[in-house]
């Protein structure tokens, strides 16, 4: 079945550039997500990319999806204390009904001052 | 305009109990999820409906999860006779459903259930 992996920490200074990291197993994925999860609160959807796209850019957010790999990245540019959260990735697909997503296990980004 | 909102926050329980989960999904939202995140795990998929159609219950981990919902609006997630291994936070999602091919899901806060 489906699977998507992402490593489970990242710690970073402010102001720094910050990269997480996911990779998939569905090679029929339509659209790729990016959820932020603050403590406490429900997933915000920051970011999507659809799969015939290689980049998307949105403020300090630059998303790279390199579909020959099934790797999806998130980079977060001038990391800020704000920016400290859980960060998932998930996927849809055909196969799976397009309506539904599969997650990462997320990665706790520490953002150090 | 509202989001989309989740009672009670925080359920304790105790084992072999049932208990009773509230959604409002985003005004004008057709489609309804629901998802279950334990701790340290990414979510896992449990229930959609959207409008009339027969839900798509293939998450719903045993007989004892239920789910119902009225028209387009609120939905209820039931699970009875709770086990500690329900213990988790359970997060309710909504999405507009308008067939172009993106379907943006907009999750509620949750709610976080101790089965003791």
């Known amino acids: 079945g489906e699977d998507v992996e992402q490593s489970l920490f990242l710690s970073v200074r402010e102001g720094d550039s910050s990269v997480i990291n996911c990779t998939y197993t569905d090679s029929s994925s339509t659209y790729l997500y990016w959820y932020k999860q603050e403590p406490g609160a429900g997933l915000q959807l920051l970011t999507y990319?659809?799969?015939?796209?290689d980049m998307k850019q949105d403020q300090r957010l630059t998303v790279l999806l390199n579909k020959k790999d099934k790797h999806l990245s998130l980079r977060i540019a001038d990391t800020q204390t704000g920016d400290s959260a859980i960060y998932f990735c998930?996927?849809?697909?055909?196969?799976?009904?397009?309506?539904?997503?599969?997650f990462g296990k997320g990665t706790k980004l520490s953002v150090i001052p | 305009g509202a989001g989309v909102s989740q009672s009670p926050s925080n359920k304790v329980t105790e084992k072999g109990k049932d208990v009773e989960l509230r959604c409002d999904p985003i005004s004008g939202h057709t489609a309804l999820y629901w998802y279950r995140q334990r701790l340290g795990q990414g979510l896992e998929f449990l229930i959609y409906?959207?409008?009339?159609?027969?839900?798509?219950k293939s998450g719903l981990p045993s007989d004892r999860f239920s789910a119902e919902r009225t028209g387009e609006s609120v939905s209820t997630l039931t699970i009875q006779r709770t086990q500690q291994e329900d213990s988790a936070v359970y997060l309710c999602a909504s999405s507009s459903q308008l067939g172009l091919g993106q379907d943006t899901q907009y999750f509620g806060p949750g709610t976080r259930l101790t089965v003791l």
């Open positions: 998930a996927e849809s697909s055909p196969d799976a009904g397009s309506y539904q997503l599969t």
């Open positions: 409906f959207q409008g009339n159609s027969a839900p798509d």
């Open positions: 990319i659809f799969s015939n796209m």
